[in-house]
């Protein structure tokens, strides 16, 4: 994994991009942070010796750069804050969030596209995708308040995974 300096610096700027969205004040830094984590993952990924491991890179940089355009108008939407029914429209930008936030992470009713991803990476690539990539969204769903349907995606994810 480390055999060049290159990956070194992508692996260096996957833990920086975490750590920024980690330490984020705002939602706009956090989608910064996180996209500099995809953005730095996905060199990692790809290996040129393996069509698989570049359709793997391909899958996860087309679907992580849809959740990102979601969350990105879901965090205009919130900053912008001009509705008329507060309440309804606040719930609904925190629910587009999160579900953004889960199809980031690859949890159960957004994980369409993991299985597939995983057949294409090293274990290295794996290692780092199930774990590293995983820790920012989830530390940005721990700050939303949306408990049952938090709730109802721990459900899902139990129940597939069992099955």
């Known amino acids: 994994m480390f055999n060049n300096s290159s990956k070194i610096l992508f692996l260096a700027m996957m833990i920086i991009g975490s750590l920024i969205t980690i330490t984020a004040n705002s939602w706009l830094a956090a989608w910064m942070g996180l996209e500099i984590n995809l953005l730095s993952f996905i060199p990692l990924m790809s290996d040129t010796n393996n069509l698989k491991s570049t359709e793997a890179a391909l899958k996860c940089f087309l679907t992580q750069a849809l959740a990102s355009i979601v969350l990105l108008f879901s965090v205009i939407l919130l900053m912008l804050n001009i509705n008329l029914n507060y309440e309804i429209n606040l719930s609904f930008i925190s629910l587009m969030i999160l579900s953004t936030l889960l199809l980031k992470s690859g949890g159960a009713p957004f994980h369409f596209w993991f ?45 597939v995974g069992a099955i």
């Open 115 to 159: 299985p597939n991803l995983m057949e294409g990476l090293t274990w290295m690539n794996s290692i780092l995708l199930m774990t590293w990539q995983k820790m920012a969204p989830l530390m940005l769903i721990s700050y939303l308040n949306l408990k049952n349907f938090l709730l109802i995606t721990v459900i899902l994810s139990v129940i």
